[in-house]
């Protein structure tokens, strides 16, 4: 019985915390405005299309052997 009673209070205080936060959330997203100073857009970043410029040369081209002369 007294192992029930404590699962009980904890998820009662598991619940209360999220209400809280839930609440003050709410108020604290009332109480800001939204920015009108922000530009809209994608942040500029490094190329994620070229990773091989990035991380250096890809692993088959650190292994390629070189060609044999003749």
Known sequence: MQTFVTVVVILTMIAFAALLINVLNSQHGERI?????????PVPGPDLLAPEKAHGPSASERHRTPPRSS
């Open 33 to 41: 405005p939204p920015s009108t100073t922000a530009v809209p857009g």
